[in-house]
């Protein structure tokens, strides 16, 4: 008799009955619709009163189960209302960017199947294989050999690639990092990573046992890219103390300004160097989508590995990154089981054996859909417009007699700073301001940025990566930060 679910009677607390199941399903779609078609109307982002706050702390675990229905009145209640605020068209705080729809809809589907996408023969992992050279062919990474993997985000991913490198330089120097680890073997290695890298790179290596002493910072240019000549004496330098250079870690759109460093050069120096290239591009891998500005990314396919962010340009809901290896077995060799039996030795790689993670989440699901569904048109396009948004932006703030416009592209970063002429000659108060006026603007409701240290200043900072950002938005933008001025009554010349 075949066995099927309509056939069986619910568990409690487990699962309903077909027909409620759609009635609380069709609930819950209609309150995510509101959720989107309103989202522009609402404020970007609110505080969360004492008492929401109280209530989502003090809540009693439950002993017996609750309804359905309460669970989703007290998200409409207490959660939906203080989101983080990305999604809304004026949001650009840090790089967060709006979820694109095709992919919201395929979560109940995602979670209907919850394949484990790290083992086993089934079409959740074949699908990731290609998502993951869709992600190689949207970013010029050559597909031929290459490997990849998706993970949580550009963190994991960078630490991904990292421990490739580390085991391919161990093993080019003789010895089984998997096996010796780190301790006592061989001369210490040395990263390269520019003053403006991410510090995620910093954790990796922190975590990978290498200390972070073994990252040796490379000043930047003027256009805040990693000086290449300066970089070359210091291997020399570092060859010559009995270091062992191992690994170059380049940005592709720094988190700072966007900047992205000269790949072709440093893919050079690399080659003539035996050194691994690595290439950060969770924030700005994808903004290579934008004909104006391809050529800056001339030498990424020349890159060993390269850490991608799908959850930041691309839009795909959090949390998905990409960790991609231009030499597949070497990702493979990094990460797969040690003492494999002849049952992993049969089978085509599984995705776990490309990565720590052994039960992973159907990530390449969203990835797939959102790619499908955009198209690579469709992607380059939004990511152009939000570059263009981004230009109209610096424009609008370079006439602002108040606001001094800090850095702009060549991406969509944009840092500024309140700085009256009246208030130049004070430093420390200027400090201060901004940081009192970014809260002030966050607050408000209407525009969100948000503030850090650059070149020994307090600015601000506007990321623009969402799909929906217009002209009109642009310019509200730039009212918000002129009436939050106003608010704190402070001078506007
Ligand atoms: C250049 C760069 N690398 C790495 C990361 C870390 O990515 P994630 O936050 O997805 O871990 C970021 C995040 O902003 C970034 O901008």
Redesign the pocket.
């Known amino acids: 008799m075949p066995i099927v679910s309509a056939s069986r009677e619910p568990v409690p607390g487990f699962s309903f009955a077909e027909e409620r199941f759609l009635d609380l399903g069709y609930r819950v779609i209609d309150e995510a619709a509101a959720y989107l078609s309103e989202i522009a109307d609402r404020p970007v982002w609110q505080p969360m009163p004492a008492e929401v706050r109280a209530a989502i702390r003090n809540q009693g675990l439950p002993e017996g189960g609750r309804p359905f229905e309460e669970t989703l009145a007290c998200l409409r209640e207490l959660i939906l209302p203080y989101a983080q605020g990305n999604g809304h068209p004026r949001f650009a705080g840090?790089?967060n960017s709006a979820p694109a729809h095709a992919s919201i809809l395929l979560k109940p589907l995602a979670a209907a199947m919850n394949p484990n996408c790290g083992i086993g023969e089934h079409a959740g992992q074949e699908l990731e294989r290609r998502a993951v050279q869709w992600i190689m062919d949207l970013c010029g990474f050559p597909v031929d050999g290459s490997a990849g993997v998706f993970v949580?985000?550009?963190?994991?991913?960078?630490f991904t690639c990292l421990q490739a490198a580390r085991f391919w330089a161990a093993r080019e120097a003789g010895w089984d990092i998997r096996k010796r680890g780190v301790q006592n073997v061989g001369r210490p290695l040395v990263l390269y990573q520019s003053d403006q890298?991410?510090f995620?790179?910093r954790k990796a290596v922190e975590a990978m046992g290498l200390g972070s002493e073994a990252i040796h910072l490379v000043p930047s240019t003027a256009s805040f890219q990693m000086d290449v000549d300066q970089l070359a004496r210091r291997i020399e330098e570092d060859r010559r103390a009995g270091l062992h250079p191992f690994c170059v870690a380049a940005?592709a759109?720094?988190?700072e300004t966007g900047a992205i460093d000269p790949l072709e050069r440093l893919a050079d120096l690399c080659d003539e160097q035996g050194l691994w290239l690595h290439v950060?591009?969770?924030?700005?891998a994808f903004g290579r989508l934008d004909q104006r500005i391809a050529p800056l990314y001339s030498g990424i396919e020349r890159a060993h590995s390269l850490?991608t962010?799908q959850?930041?340009w691309l839009s795909v809901p959090i949390?998905c990154?990409c960790a991609l290896v231009r030499d597949g077995k070497v990702l493979h060799e990094t990460f797969r089981l040690t003492h494999a039996g002849p049952e992993e030795e049969e089978h085509e790689a599984w995705m776990s054996e490309y990565t720590l993670q052994r039960t992973r989440r159907f990530r390449a699901l969203d990835v797939w859909s959102v790619v499908r569904t955009a198209g690579r048109s469709g992607l380059a396009s939004a990511i152009s417009n939000n570059i263009e948004m981004a230009r109209f932006f610096a424009h609008l703030i370079h006439a602002e007699p108040a606001l001094e416009l800090v850095s702009a592209g060549p991406l969509s970063i944009v840092r500024f700073r309140y700085a009256p002429a009246t208030l130049r000659d004070e430093p420390r108060l200027l400090d201060r301001l901004n940081r009192i006026l970014v809260r002030e603007i966050q607050q408000r409701g209407g525009a969100f940025f948000t503030s850090t240290r650059f070149l020994g200043r307090e600015t601000m900072r506007a990321c623009l990566v969402n799909y929906m950002t217009n002209k009109a938005d642009i310019r509200i933008m730039i009212e918000e930060i002129r009436h939050a001025i106003e608010a704190l009554a402070l001078p506007m010349e």
Do not use: F, L, P
């Not at 950060?280 to 700005?284: C, L, R, S």
């Open positions: 840090w790089i949580s985000g550009g963190s994991e991913a960078n890298g991410h995620s790179i940005t759109g720094t988190v950060d591009g969770a924030y700005g850490a962010d959850h930041k949390d990154g």
